[in-house]
C-alpha cells in the first residue's frame, strides 16, 4: 500500500470522523492519515508520501506552497470552485458519505485494475426470478469469462441446483476467514464447486450467517478468492436479507435489477431510488440496469439447467452478455 490520502483539519472531530468512514471500507487501496496541528502537518509533508491532500479552504493558502500535489477543498460554499490544476473543490458539510465517494473515485482511477468487476443481481421482492437471472447470467457469463457465483440469500432453496460436494458452504468459509483475521487458508478452495461451466460457493445453510454478514468482510473474502483462483468476473445473487445490502450496491460494477412492471413495483423502486438519493449514494443508481420480467414464479426446479430459452434466459443473454462484452 504505497498510496497515501491525508486528511488536515483543525477541526479535530471532522477529521477522524472522515478517517474512520474511509477505514470502514475496509478494502480501500491506500492509507489515511489524519493531522490536527500545522506542525504535524509540515512534518507529515516533508516525508513526500502523500498522493491526495483532503484539506479546507482555510488552510489551503499556506499549505500550497508547501506541497504541489493534487487536492481536494473543503469549502463553505457549496458551488463548486475553480482552485487551478490538480486542485478539486467540495462542499464540506454535505453528506459525508459523498466526499468519501470523491477520494475513492480518485484513487480508484489507479487502482481499478487491481479489482475483480463485481456483478450485483438485486430486487425488491421477485426471488426466484432474480436468482433465476443470476445463474443464467453466471452460465452466459462463463462462454467468455472465468466466473464465480456467489448467493446471498437466507434461505436459497438451491441446494439441489447447487450442491456442496465437498460438504462446505458460504458459512464455512466466512468462519475460516474471520478465524484467520481476514486471511485465505488453502483449504477454502475447497468450499468451490462447479455447474454448466461456472463455479459457486454453495449457498449458507443458516440464515443468521447472510442477517449477520459484514458486507465489507466478504467483499474482501470474495475478492481475494477471486485473485487467487483466477477468475475474471464476480456475480452477487444478492438477497433482501442482507444488513444494510446497499454497502454491496456500492460495490458493484454494475447492478441487475429485477423487477416486474406493476404499479405497487414501480412504488417500490421510486421509494428505492429517494432512499439513495437523500442518503447521498445517488451515483449508485447509474450503475442500475432494470430486467422487467412478466412471467412470475415456477421458473427455479429440478429441470432447471436442461428447461431450455424462456424470457429469463433470454434477458439475461441480451442484457447480461451484451454489457459484459462491451
Excluded at 60 to 76: H, K
Excluded at 81 to 101: A, F, M, N, T, W
Excluded at 257 to 266: E, G, H, I, L, S
Aim: aromatic content about 10%; proline content about 2%.
Amino acid at each position: 500500500m504505497n498510496q497515501i490520502c491525508a486528511i488536515y483539519d483543525t477541526d479535530a472531530v471532522y477529521a477522524k470522523r472522515l478517517m474512520g468512514l474511509i477505514i470502514e471500507k475496509k478494502m480501500v487501496p491506500f492509507g489515511v492519515w489524519v493531522f490536527t496541528k500545522k506542525d504535524e502537518m509540515l512534518a507529515g509533508l516533508q516525508r513526500k508520501e502523500i498522493s491526495l491532500l483532503v484539506t479546507t479552504e482555510e488552510e489551503m493558502s499556506w499549505i500550497r506552497e508547501e506541497y504541489a500535489g493534487e487536492m481536494l477543498i473543503l469549502t463553505e460554499n457549496e458551488q463548486q470552485q475553480e482552485l487551478g490544476k490538480g486542485k478539486q473543490s467540495c462542499y464540506k458539510y454535505q453528506q459525508p458519505d459523498r466526499i468519501v465517494r470523491i477520494i475513492l473515485d480518485y484513487f480508484g482511477r489507479d487502482s481499478v485494475s487491481e479489482q475483480i468487476p463485481v456483478l450485483g443481481i438485486f430486487s425488491l421482492g421477485n426471488v426466484q426470478e432474480r436468482s433465476a437471472f443470476a445463474l443464467e447470467a453466471a452460465r452466459i457469463s462463463a462462454e467468455e469469462y472465468k466466473t464465480l457465483y456467489v448467493n446471498l440469500e437466507e434461505f436459497s432453496g438451491l441446494e439441489k441446483l447447487l450442491p456442496a460436494s465437498h460438504s462446505k458452504t458460504l458459512s464455512d468459509l466466512l468462519y475460516e476467514y474471520r478465524q484467520r483475521n481476514g486471511q485465505l487458508s488453502e483449504r477454502m478452495q475447497d468450499g468451490i464447486c462447479s455447474v454448466q461451466g461456472f463455479d459457486y460457493i454453495p449457498p449458507v445453510r443458516c440464515a443468521d450467517d447472510i442477517s449477520d454478514i459484514d458486507c465489507e468482510q466478504i467483499l474482501q473474502m470474495i475478492q481475494q478468492l477471486a485473485k487467487q483462483q483466477g477468475y475474471e468476473r464476480i456475480l452477487l445473487d444478492i438477497g433482501q436479507g442482507v444488513s444494510k445490502a446497499w454497502k454491496l450496491l456500492g460495490n458493484c460494477a454494475d447492478i441487475y435489477f429485477v423487477t416486474q412492471k406493476d404499479a405497487y413495483a414501480d412504488s417500490r423502486r421510486q421509494s428505492f431510488e429517494i432512499y439513495f438519493i437523500e442518503s447521498g449514494m445517488e451515483d449508485v443508481l447509474e450503475h442500475i440496469r432494470e430486467v422487467c420480467v412478466t412471467q412470475v414464479g415456477g421458473r427455479i426446479d429440478g429441470d432447471f439447467w436442461t428447461s431450455g430459452e424462456d424470457e429469463i434466459s433470454q434477458l439475461a443473454r441480451e442484457q447480461f452478455l451484451a454489457k459484459c462484452s462491451a
